[in-house]
């Protein structure tokens, strides 16, 4: 299915958000995720499944004023 | 000293992480700085999420009180899932909320400010709203369940420091026990001054020392300013007046008739 990750079109076999995570390299990193602009808290990312064209946000720490 | 969500700080000086020439000339700079609070931020991760990994590690070492914002949300819904995001990964209720209003001045959307404010108190956040010298948007934000103020001194980024000297009076007059920190626009020591001579309880700047060409004496320039000011504050100073009055004893002056 087709899902958007950080603003950029993805072709994925990940059925939900720990899978995709996974996928995509996140596995051991902390990072905080949101499906379709609502929070997936991390304990929740094994149960939420993915559908064709949502939008993911996947962020990190960053400097900010 | 003043509490914010009942936290004492040991400063009155809250600093952006932002903009630093390299992650050394930030760390220099906090150290002078003496801030206790380090504004942080959320923002999309690439590459399996080491650049994240090493900004953690940096303001690990700062040993500051993380204050994340939600800078660059436009919307209500943008700014609430921001804010969820920043608590689970900086593991804090503190939240510094940003809701712009407009792309040209970084003002405040002051009705999507207290639509969120109310939303995210209701989910236990502690909210610092960023927000302007308007006293009715304030207590809005007070009714939504803020217990700190973040007015701002002039747009963010642009160091033209206390733009509305009024305004900023009368709110700090009209609510003297709520917390305030003044956030943004500020550009110099002397316009921090100003704002802990009127009362503010502390200031929150970023470019001004991240842009300096020396962010580190900036940076403790700040903070000997901050401390001036809120020495001035408290030593209740004098009332200005039209006319000269000679400060040196007129009696007992030679060549008196």
Same mark, same amino acid.
């Given at each position: 299915m087709k899902i958007t990750v950080n603003g950029t079109l993805e072709e994925t076999t990940a059925d939900t958000l720990a899978d995709l995570l996974i996928a995509l390299g996140y596995g051991e990193s902390k990072v905080a995720t949101a499906v379709n602009e609502d929070f997936v808290p991390a304990t929740m990312r094994a149960e939420k499944k993915l559908t064709d064209g949502d939008r993911i946000e996947i962020v990190a720490p960053r400097q900010g004023g | 000293m003043t509490d914010f969500y009942g936290v004492e700080l040991g400063s009155r000086l809250m600093l952006g992480?932002?903009?630093?020439?390299s992650p050394a000339v930030l760390a220099e700079a906090f150290r002078r700085s003496g801030a206790g609070v380090a504004t942080v931020s959320v923002r999309r991760e690439a590459g399996g999420g080491r650049a994240g990994q090493d900004f953690r590690d940096l303001i690990a070492r700062l040993g500051v009180r993380l204050l994340p914002n939600t800078a660059g949300c436009h919307s209500v819904r943008e700014a609430v899932t921001t804010a969820q995001m920043a608590r689970e990964l900086f593991?804090?209720?503190?939240i510094k909320l940003e809701v712009i209003g407009?792309?040209?001045?970084?003002?405040?959307d002051p009705f999507g400010l207290v639509e969120a404010a109310r939303i995210l108190t209701g989910e236990g956040f502690e909210v610092f709203p960023y927000t302007t010298e308007d006293l009715v948007l304030a207590e809005r934000l007070l009714d939504a369940g803020c217990e700190v103020l973040m007015p701002w001194?002039?747009?963010? %980024?642009?160091?033209? %420091?206390?733009?509305n000297i009024y305004g900023l009076r009368s709110l700090r007059a009209h609510l003297p026990d709520v917390p305030m920190v003044v956030d943004a626009?500020?550009?110099?020591p002397s316009h921090a001054a100003a704002a802990m001579e009127m009362g503010f309880d502390a200031v929150l700047l970023n470019t001004a020392v991240a842009k300096a060409g020396d962010p580190a004496a900036m940076a403790e320039g700040f903070a000997r300013a901050v401390e001036a000011g809120r020495l001035g504050h408290d030593a209740d100073p004098m009332e200005p007046r039209d006319m000269a009055a000679p400060s040196t004893p007129v009696l007992g002056k030679a060549f008196l008739e």
């Open positions: - | 992480t932002a903009q630093y020439p593991e804090t209720d503190w407009h792309a040209d001045t970084l003002q405040p001194g002039a747009p963010i %980024g642009t160091g033209l %420091g206390l733009s626009g500020l550009g110099l």
